[in-house]
């Protein structure tokens, strides 16, 4: 069963520097229907203008995953790390029993970014974050593991949280095919494809239930992440 979030249906902020699509409530964003799915808390599609970007603020028991699509994007926090994640990486961070941290876009162009957090499944545990660097494959035939509660996955950056986070480019009439063991979460961060006969563009989001995997066919060169979860 898939239930279809268009981009231009998402929830929009825009504060000059920023401008902020939001999948569910957030902020000034308020919608009922719209206050999560399964685990996924928050998926906010963000714009960061050049030398801007979030002062320092705090966050406790959550798992929160930057995924950069363009740009970059510079982290700081109350734990003395500091690092810059570039375009087609990913940080993590799990905000435990309390950090205070700042992202700012110090690059000459703008950032694009997808800021994701899931519900812990442990509380107030020791607050940490990493970054990392992963392979950029030509020819990709499947979504790669990027994110993983699962400790034995080791390639993966860890969270505290019952969820995976795969991602991938495909190139024009490739076709992929993505296992769904209980439910999932689609984005396609670029391009154009068919899910089932349905066409989805950039931006869009798909909530995935009662189905075992899903099947997409590539209209356009594309970028897309999915987010497997717990029912």
């Not at 209980?182 to 909530?207: I, K």
């Amino acid at each position: 069963m898939y239930n279809v979030i268009k981009f231009e249906n998402l929830g929009h902020n825009r504060f000059g520097w920023l401008d902020a699509r939001h999948h569910f409530s957030f902020g000034r964003y308020y919608n009922p229907d719209r206050m999560g799915f399964k685990d996924l808390r928050v998926i906010n599609d963000d714009i960061v203008a050049a030398n801007t970007g979030f002062d320092p603020h705090p966050h406790d028991n959550m798992e929160i995953i930057t995924y950069v699509r363009k740009g970059a994007i510079t982290h700081k926090d109350s734990m003395g790390n500091e690092g810059r994640t570039a375009a087609g990486d990913i940080q993590v961070m799990s905000a435990g029993t309390g950090v205070t941290h700042s992202e700012y876009n110090l690059e000459d162009e703008e950032t694009k970014l997808y800021q994701i957090w899931i519900m812990p499944n442990e509380q107030d545990v020791a607050p940490r974050w990493e970054a990392k660097s992963f392979p950029k494959q030509e020819g990709q035939t499947e979504l790669s593991l990027l994110v993983s509660g699962d400790k034995n996955d080791s390639d993966a950056l860890f969270i505290h949280a019952d969820a995976k986070i795969y991602g991938g480019v495909f190139k024009e009439g490739q076709t992929v095919t993505h296992p769904i063991p209980e439910a999932g979460y689609l984005l396609v961060s670029s391009g154009e494809v068919s899910l089932d006969g349905q066409t989805l563009q950039a931006g869009d989001g798909v909530e995935i239930t009662k189905t075992d995997h899903i099947t997409l066919a590539m209209l356009s060169d594309a970028e897309i992440l999915v987010i497997n979860l717990k029912n």
